[in-house]
DNA sequence: GCCAACGTTGGC
DNA sequence: GCCAACGTTGGC
């Protein structure tokens, strides 16, 4: 039985359109215990929605699947990377990724806002909830089925179509 | 840019 | 093990 998550992310820094063009990719950078073990408890096939954060218009953008379980987070390892943990060892690593993969994306995108007038329904969702940063979270399958209802889901870009009509010159 | 919330660090 | 200081997140 797959479980959900819901999956933080700057979109200045990676967006659900980053996720759709580049088809999968490593979820690295997290440095928070609780997030990481969340980001442990995830199984293949498991869905997470893709949270844009730190935006003009903060909300759930699109949703991913989980490609691979958690591996070593190979950011922790580097020098030159920004999420390198000099506490951080090969024998031990202390950090944890998933590769994720696109499945869809929000149409359109469901704000935060609108996200709150569904908190009753949404229970103690903690994505509503003062003061919340983690930026790994748990969904029920309640939750999710509500969300997942209140926008359509675009599944791929649609292939780049070339007309007949224009290669023949019409219109 | 402000500020509330909260995790982490480090002195004791 | 307490707790103050500090850093980060993220909405507004």
């Given amino acids: 039985m797959a479980s959900y998550w819901l999956l933080k992310s700057e979109p200045d820094e990676f967006s659900i359109a980053d996720l759709e063009a580049r088809k999968t990719e490593p979820w690295t950078g997290v440095r928070n ?12 096939d498991d869905l997470f929605f893709f949270y844009h954060s730190s935006c003009p218009v903060p909300g759930i953008a699109g949703i991913g699947k989980i490609a691979q379980t958690a591996v070593p987070d190979p950011t922790q390892f580097d020098p030159e990377s920004d999420y390198f943990d000099a506490k951080s060892s090969l024998e031990l690593p202390r950090w944890s990724s998933v590769l994720t993969q696109f499945q869809a994306a929000a149409e359109p995108l ?33 939750q999710w089925q509500h969300i997942y209802n209140l926008c359509n889901w675009r599944t791929a870009k649609l292939p780049v179509k070339r007309s ?3 290669e023949i010159g019409v219109q």
């Avoid at 969340?38 to 199984?43: Q, S």
């Avoid at 935060?112 to 509503?128: G, H, I, K, V, Y």
């Fill in 164 to 166: 007949k009509s224009r």
């Fill in 110 to 142: 469901i704000p935060l806002d609108l996200l709150r007038t569904q908190a009753e329904a949404l229970d103690s969702f903690a994505l509503l909830q003062r003061g919340n940063r983690l930026s790994v979270l748990p969904v029920t399958p309640k």
């Fill in 33 to 44: 215990y609780l997030a990481r073990n969340h980001l442990r408890a995830m199984a293949q």
